[in-house]
């Protein structure tokens, strides 16, 4: 018996898009190529057996604001969310922490004491999101264009300085913090913020990912799923089995299979043929799509052109440490973190992202960092920690910036090198961290993608953020949305828009799009 909708890969958003259809009342089939569910929203124990940790992503403050993720209701498929008693927090040589609380005027107050006047600068850049920054992540997380958020948006802008704030949303990260602040503090925690994506931190477009993740800091936190990562994606997989859906895992799709350019089923471990009554949604890379998983013939030559244009954000390199205590900082935080930045200076940040741009592995690579125990006791026994760093190196290595030798082959001879410079960043503000170490995993690119096929190369973001490739050029110029050339296959992935960033929103978008069609076209194969 045949499924309405087949789903390609048990992703977050391929998971969110089997849950709407099936809300709204289709038969989905979710083919999973790899041995459970989660893509890049997993936990394990295989480090230690005493302590969890998270595969790939850790903090989810776009779930915890994604309407999508927040209509199904998944604490009631066993869910729960936690927080560390601070958001964020950045360690500085000679100096106090810059430290992001989750209570606004606390944060305030900690930069008013560094430079008089920050406080209520912050307070303000925080009163303007409250009035903006419900339609702006709006905006930002629906099909494009999004006509009712953006409509929202026009009608709020005066009262946050019209022209003014919109030229702050296009900002450069480095000179969106120095146009606000006096102090340090703030322009560390926006300029680490917007490192979270590929774009240069005085590009435009890394203010507006600085803001946006620094305002959610402010008002839903970085929460993390109590017990692992995992348990997000699992309530998900839940959810759809409770509604009658289908997960079958340890089943890669090797092709879909089309007819007169309609999608009418998959090929499953190359042998076994699904039919789809109505819709098939990718979430997949796109340039696993377009002439692999769809035939060449089947697709335009300007469509096929344009994806070799497609660009991958930088590679990646994740280091995992099992600690027999909490993290020796030389100077600790008056509030403990969950989240973590590593660098010495917001233009040692601009020099390591420009480094990975060049081609060269970073001499002093920035580091995001987990306190996974902080954020969350169940992750390891009483008194030690699940600690966690990445960085981004890369997709092509002409040249090592430091000392190392690191060639970009990612054999274990660089992964562990890179490690090393990883730990020795974090060693110079926990002095004592080598003592506490029971166990260390590295995954470089390799790894991550053969644990996920859409980390490609050790992409983490579904192709590059920079507005060259964002909005209606996602994934390419003319296919800004979830539908693609083929009738009845919809790009569900990060490689669609919005792009990367645990919401669900290319999901959702895949599904209202295969839904919208099927209203419009009502037919069956």
Same mark, same amino acid.
């Given at each position: 018996?045949?499924?309405?909708?087949?789903?390609?890969?048990?992703?977050?958003?391929?998971? &969110?898009?089997?849950?709407?259809?099936?809300?709204?009342?289709?038969? &989905?089939?979710?083919?999973?190529?790899?041995?459970?569910?989660?893509?890049?929203?997993?936990?394990?124990?295989?480090?230690?057996?005493?302590?969890?940790?998270?595969?790939?992503?850790?903090?989810?403050?776009?779930?915890?604001?994604?309407?999508?993720?927040?209509?199904?209701?998944?604490?009631?498929?066993?869910?729960?969310?936690?927080?560390?008693?601070?958001?964020?927090?950045?360690?500085?040589?000679?100096?106090?922490?810059?430290?992001?609380?989750?209570?606004?005027?606390?944060?305030?107050?900690?930069?008013?004491?560094?430079?008089?006047?920050?406080?209520?600068?912050?307070?303000?850049?925080?009163?303007?999101?409250?009035?903006?920054?419900?339609?702006?992540?709006?905006?930002?997380?629906?099909?494009?264009?999004?006509?009712?958020?953006?409509?929202?948006?026009?009608?709020?802008?005066?009262?946050?300085?019209?022209?003014?704030?919109?030229?702050?949303?296009?900002?450069?990260?480095?000179?969106?913090?120095? !146009?606000?602040?006096?102090?340090?503090?703030?322009?560390?925690?926006?300029?680490?913020?917007?490192?979270?994506?590929?774009?240069?931190?005085?590009?435009?477009? !890394?203010?507006?990912?600085?803001?946006l993740l620094s305002m959610l800091g402010q008002t839903v936190g970085f929460p993390v799923p109590v017990g692992g990562a995992g348990k997000l994606t699992q309530a998900l997989a839940r959810r759809i089995e409770?509604?009658?859906?289908?997960?079958?895992?340890?089943?890669?799709?090797?092709?879909?299979?089309?007819?007169?350019?309609?999608?009418?089923?998959?090929?499953?471990?190359?042998?076994?043929?699904?039919?789809?009554?109505?819709?098939?949604?990718?979430?997949?890379? /796109?340039?696993?799509?377009?002439?692999?998983?769809?035939?060449?013939?089947?697709?335009?030559?300007?469509?096929?052109?344009?994806?070799?244009?497609?660009?991958?954000?930088?590679?990646?390199?994740?280091?995992?440490?099992?600690?027999?205590?909490?993290?020796?900082?030389?100077?600790?935080?008056?509030?403990?973190?969950?989240?973590?930045?590593?660098?010495?200076?917001?233009?040692?940040?601009?020099?390591?992202?420009?480094?990975?741009?060049?081609?060269?592995?970073?001499?002093?690579?920035?580091?995001?960092?987990?306190?996974?125990?902080?954020?969350?006791?169940?992750? !390891?026994?009483?008194?030690?920690?699940?600690?966690?760093?990445?960085?981004?190196?890369?997709?092509?290595?002409?040249?090592?910036?430091?000392? !190392?030798?690191?060639?970009? /082959?990612?054999?274990?001879?660089?992964?562990?090198?890179?490690?090393?410079?990883?730990?020795?960043?974090?060693?110079?503000?926990?002095?004592?961290?080598?003592?506490?170490?029971?166990?260390?995993?590295?995954?470089?690119?390799?790894?991550?993608?053969?644990?996920?096929?859409?980390?490609?190369?050790?992409?983490?973001?579904?192709?590059?953020?920079?507005?060259?490739?964002?909005?209606?050029?996602?994934?390419?110029?003319?296919?800004?949305?979830?539908?693609?050339?083929?009738?009845?296959?919809?790009?569900?992935?990060?490689?669609?828009?919005?792009?990367?960033?645990?919401?669900?929103?290319?999901?959702?978008?895949?599904?209202?799009?295969?839904?919208?069609?099927?209203?419009?076209?009502?037919?069956?194969?």
């Amino acid at each position: 018996m045949g499924h309405d909708a087949i789903v390609i890969g048990a992703g977050p958003n391929g998971l &969110v898009a089997a849950n709407h259809l099936l809300d709204a009342g289709w038969s &989905v089939l979710v083919l999973e190529a790899q041995e459970e569910v989660g893509g890049a929203v997993k936990s394990d124990r295989s480090l230690h057996a005493d302590f969890v940790h998270d595969t790939f992503s850790a903090f989810y403050p776009l779930a915890a604001t994604s309407p999508t993720i927040r209509s199904f209701d998944l604490e009631q498929h066993g869910l729960r969310w936690t927080q560390a008693p601070a958001v964020l927090g950045h360690p500085r040589p000679n100096a106090p922490w810059a430290l992001l609380h989750p209570d606004r005027d606390a944060t305030a107050k900690l930069f008013d004491e560094e430079a008089p006047g920050d406080g209520q600068a912050w307070l303000d850049l925080c009163a303007e999101w409250d009035r903006v920054g419900e339609h702006l992540v709006g905006a930002l997380l629906t099909p494009f264009p999004p006509l009712r958020h953006a409509t929202g948006l026009l009608t709020r802008l005066r009262s946050v300085g019209g022209l003014d704030f919109l030229r702050t949303l296009l900002e450069p990260a480095v000179s969106l913090g120095g !146009s606000r602040f006096r102090g340090e503090a703030p322009r560390l925690l926006l300029a680490g913020n917007a490192a979270h994506a590929d774009i240069p931190l005085d590009g435009a477009g !890394s203010g507006l990912m600085g803001l946006l993740l620094s305002m959610l800091g402010q008002t839903v936190g970085f929460p993390v799923p109590v017990g692992g990562a995992g348990k997000l994606t699992q309530a998900l997989a839940r959810r759809i089995e409770s509604r009658g859906g289908e997960i079958r895992c340890s089943s890669p799709v090797t092709k879909v299979v089309t007819r007169s350019r309609t999608a009418v089923g998959v090929e499953v471990g190359g042998e076994t043929y699904v039919a789809a009554g109505r819709a098939i949604i990718a979430d997949v890379l /796109a340039t696993r799509l377009y002439g692999d998983l769809v035939a060449a013939d089947q697709l335009p030559p300007r469509l096929l052109r344009a994806m070799q244009r497609f660009r991958l954000d930088a590679a990646t390199v994740k280091v995992d440490w099992a600690l027999s205590s909490p993290v020796p900082w030389e100077v600790a935080p008056l509030c403990a973190p969950g989240a973590v930045h590593i660098a010495d200076s917001v233009s040692e940040m601009a020099e390591s992202m420009s480094q990975v741009a060049a081609g060269a592995v970073p001499a002093h690579p920035f580091l995001l960092a987990g306190q996974m125990s902080v954020a969350d006791p169940t992750r !390891s026994p009483a008194g030690t920690e699940a600690l966690w760093a990445y960085t981004h190196v890369p997709q092509n290595v002409t040249r090592d910036a430091g000392d !190392s030798g690191i060639r970009g /082959a990612w054999d274990h001879t660089d992964r562990e090198r890179m490690a090393d410079r990883m730990q020795a960043r974090l060693e110079r503000f926990a002095p004592g961290l080598a003592q506490c170490i029971v166990a260390r995993r590295v995954l470089g690119p390799r790894e991550l993608e053969e644990m996920n096929a859409n980390l490609q190369g050790g992409s983490i973001n579904g192709g590059t953020a920079q507005l060259h490739q964002q909005l209606v050029f996602r994934p390419v110029p003319g296919h800004g949305r979830a539908e693609t050339p083929v009738r009845g296959l919809y790009l569900g992935s990060a490689s669609a828009h919005p792009g990367g960033g645990v919401h669900g929103a290319p999901g959702m978008n895949a599904a209202r799009a295969a839904l919208a069609h099927a209203r419009l076209r009502p037919w069956r194969r």
